[in-house]
């Protein structure tokens, strides 16, 4: 009876921490703090030297929650990486992924092996890991902020956040192996197991997706088994991957984007199911982590592993950045900003538990110097990353929009779905006199009553409408009926219309903005595809210098006319124009001013 109270007592202690995790998520939203660390911090408390007091040393579990929960956020990753979005960012994103790990780890564990006192192969071990970056961190804090970053920089961060981690997992994994073994192996030996594991791991990854793609597709599972079944064949994966002596991380990415840039069954339960499946892994994942600090032990640890995160936050990073980067093209703002979004994460505390499993010399140090530096990461880039995105000019405004869908999935053919969507006041489709032409009308419920398209007219606000539409044109969809205070807003009062093919040259010389000279030729229309991945939505706006552009009209994604507003510059400047009774006008007047001057010169010219 004892035994079934216990076991009762750990459900509910367990049970207890997910749902403290859990609500946790909002205290995050709300003061805008990096998850992971809050999650972290809950796991500190609940652990020996907390007000929990549960004493957790179980490195083997860890490994195994943490291998487990890896795999998943990895192949989702990949599940949620469109091809299309990506073109000009893999050359560059893999050449970080790759080689600005090996350069981070190296610079890195040059200066641990000087300040530890350690060999070079144990300060190498120090830098593997921590050089590579969490993308459930970066990502969680730039998409609660409300910003969405350019495209080559969005796209680049996407790519080296998802697939650096197998390159750390190898360099540690080899490193722990070379100091357990007293460094014996020779260099070509390292290179031939790191390709042994790229290549055995993607074509692994390649391979099974394909197979996944085409089980899903043939055979009939019953309803509500299709993302069980992808969860369980992403851990086979991984394990076989892994047990094959290849990549299982790379495996499960690769796989990931295979499945999801196919025509598959059911891919929208999939990918809703993946969502939570992926927050309770971060949860545990990170808790578990957190369980595993003892902080007394971690007070010797802390000044090393300040100067380490200082090094790797200020050097090794933005170095490792600035060699992968530069042939590429990227300007120095891009390159600064991607060497800041470096936050080290769960994968690197995961990764010092290694040395610990294998019962390698100083394997504590290892541990205690990654967490630290974690902690640092998290708390001095976590808070930073939006304020430096928008002192950069890295990021563009889009406007919040809540989409209310419905999605069913259709038997016996893969081409088209069934999406049914609310329409509310604010909707952009209401703007439109049709629906797009690649969207096919099914039914309307107006009122209780369910009407053809045909008897239903125009789509009104309180319907609910129901289309065939292709399964990657959903999206496209989902911008036409996402609630947007701007889905139905006219220009306002000193917003001057703009046709979409206007070029950006013509702003130049019109409201006196400053144009890069590569940029000239460019229309507003392809100045907004490139801020917004080309799937702009009716409202969006973007910084554009002084100016402000607003998305007023699309068509099939593309936009066709816009609103340009000159922003208040808020301190007094000289004007071409003198205002009432001779005093300078300010801000927005001031660039009326400047803009009526050029009106009047043109006109003289043209007489």
């Known amino acids: 009876m004892d035994n079934i109270t216990v076991v009762n007592a750990i459900l509910l202690f367990g049970s207890a921490l997910m749902l403290v995790g859990i609500l946790s998520s909002l205290v995050a939203s709300r003061f805008g703090a990096p998850l992971l660390l809050v999650f972290l ?187 069980l079944f992808v969860v369980a064949s992403a851990v086979a994966l991984f394990s076989l991957a892994a047990v094959l002596h290849g990549s299982g991380f790379l495996a499960v990415y690769l796989a990931g984007i295979v499945v999801g840039n196919r025509q598959v069954r059911a891919l929208p339960s999939i990918i809703a199911f993946h969502d939570t499946v992926t927050w309770l892994c971060q949860i545990v994942m990170f808790i578990v982590l957190g369980m595993l600090v003892t902080p007394s032990q971690l007070l010797p640890a802390v000044p090393s592993a300040v100067a380490i995160a200082v090094v790797l936050i200020f050097v090794g990073r933005p170095a490792a950045v600035a060699a992968c980067l530069a042939p590429f093209g990227f300007s120095r703002k891009e390159i600064t900003f991607v060497g800041w979004v470096g936050l080290r994460g769960a994968v690197s505390i995961f990764l010092a538990a290694i040395p610990t499993l294998a019962q390698v010399p100083n394997a504590q140090v290892y541990f205690n110097i990654s967490f630290v530096v974690v902690i640092i990461s998290l708390v001095v880039q976590g808070w930073t990353i939006t304020p430096l995105a928008r002192r950069l000019n890295l990021a563009v405004r889009q406007t919040p929009r809540a989409v209310n869908r419905v999605e069913i999935d259709l038997p016996g053919q893969l081409a088209q779905e069934m999406v049914g969507y609310a329409v509310t006041p604010n909707c952009p489709i209401l703007a439109r006199d049709s629906i797009p032409r690649w969207a096919r009308p099914i039914m309307v419920v107006r009122a209780n009553e369910i009407l053809d398209p045909a008897e239903a007219g125009s789509l009104k606000p309180g319907d609910y409408g129901y289309f065939l539409a292709a399964p990657e044109r959903v999206a496209e969809l989902d911008g036409l009926f996402a609630s947007t205070e701007a889905g139905r807003a006219r220009p306002a009062l000193g917003e001057f219309p703009l046709r979409g093919d206007a070029a950006l040259a013509t702003l130049a010389e019109l409201y006196g903005l400053q144009v890069p000279p590569e940029e000239r030729d460019r229309t507003v229309a392809d100045f907004f595809a490139s801020r917004f991945e080309s799937r702009p939505a009716l409202g969006d706006v973007a910084e554009f210098g002084p100016a402000t552009l607003i998305v007023r009209g699309l068509d099939d994604d593309r936009v066709i006319r816009a609103g340009l507003r000159l922003e208040d510059e808020g301190e007094p400047s000289v004007s071409l124009t003198p205002g009432a009774e001779g005093e300078p006008l300010t801000g927005r007047r001031a660039a009326l001013g400047r803009l009526a001057s050029r009106l009047r010169d043109r006109l003289k010219r043209a007489a």
């Open 41 to 227: 911090v809950i796991g500190m408390l609940t652990g020996q030297d907390g007000p929990g007091g549960v004493a957790f040393d179980n490195y083997r579990l860890t490994y195994l929650i943490g291998s487990l929960a890896l795999a998943i956020i990895l192949f989702d990753g990949g599940l949620r990486t469109r091809l299309s979005h990506i073109s000009g960012a893999v050359a560059p994103a893999v050449m970080l992924a790759t080689l600005g790990v090996v350069l981070t780890a190296g610079i890195v564990g040059s200066f641990a092996a000087w300040m530890l006192n350690l060999t070079w192969l144990e300060g190498l071990l120090v830098g593997a890991t921590v050089a590579s970056t969490d993308a459930a961190a970066v990502f969680f804090l730039i998409r609660s902020s409300g910003l969405q970053l350019q495209r080559r920089v969005n796209a680049t961060l996407e790519i080296e956040s998802s697939t650096n981690d197998p390159i750390a997992v190898f360099l540690t994994v080899m490193l722990v192996g070379l100091v357990s073994a007293g460094g014996g192996e020779g260099g070509l030996s390292i290179f031939g197991h790191f390709l042994q594991e790229a290549v055995i791991g993607a074509a692994a990854g390649v391979a099974g997706g394909f197979a996944l793609a085409f089980v899903l597709n043939k055979v009939e599972l019953p309803s509500g088994l299709h993302p």
